[in-house]
């Protein structure tokens, strides 16, 4: 069922960083032909990317990755997406749509 998606920040964060959502959902993120969040999401995935930088918890290129698919930095630039999951690059922040989309 293609159409608009809207997605909060700890949907964007599995699936960009951990990639294990449920297959209804990873299919639902397929599917759909707009994904959509907050500007506030946005800034809440650049403070856990530099949280998980700091931490060291996660490899730097994962991150890298996962910044570009959520159309961040990551905290960093460079670097290129590697998995095979959908990048999240479409994803778009409320403020960025027309009016009544």
């Given at each position: 069922m293609p159409g608009t998606l809207y997605l909060d920040t700890s949907a964007v964060l599995r699936a960009v960083l951990e990639g294990g959502t449920t297959p209804e959902m990873?299919?639902?993120i397929g599917a759909?032909?707009?994904l959509i969040?907050?500007?506030l999401s946005l800034v809440e995935a650049e403070r856990a990317f530099i949280r998980l930088r700091?931490?060291?918890?996660v490899p730097e290129e994962r991150l890298a990755d996962?910044?570009?698919?959520?159309?961040g930095s990551g905290g960093t630039t460079?670097?290129?997406?590697?998995?095979?999951?959908?990048?999240m690059g479409s994803l778009r922040n409320l403020g960025a749509l027309p009016a009544g989309v």
């Open positions: 990873e299919r639902a759909a032909d707009t969040t907050s500007r700091a931490s060291g918890a996962a910044g570009r698919e959520v159309g460079g670097g290129r997406r590697t998995g095979g999951r959908r990048p």
